[in-house]
């Protein structure tokens, strides 16, 4: 990416799909398209939480039992945006395709 100044030039490959966090996302993002990123203002993975996904909070029981409120990020936002970003980065198969 630094030799062709453009997004390009970087590979991931993986056998499981991108579920695990929200932050999965990002961090393709950041190593796939840093300068897209850049041009968006998108500095950090708060940056992109905050432009992609919904914080909401909720109770839940914490390791002693006692019920606390807890804020986390839990739906996405402008998926069909995220989506279409996404798609310039992947390319996927499933064992049918194979």
Known sequence: ?????????????SGTVVVN???ELYEMFKY???QELQR????CVYAWAAIFTKKTAD???NVTGSVKRKERF????KVP??????REITDYRTADMI
Request: no cysteine; hydrophobic share 40%; glycine share 6%.
């Open 59 to 61: 109770y839940e029981l």
């Open 32 to 34: 796939l398209r840093p």
């Open 1 to 13: 990416q630094r030799r062709t100044g453009r997004d390009l030039g970087a590979t991931f490959l």
């Open 81 to 86: 945006e995220l989506a279409m970003f996404l």
């Open 40 to 43: 968006q203002r998108i500095s």
């Open 74 to 77: 839990r739906n996405y936002i």
């Open 21 to 23: 966090a929200l932050t």
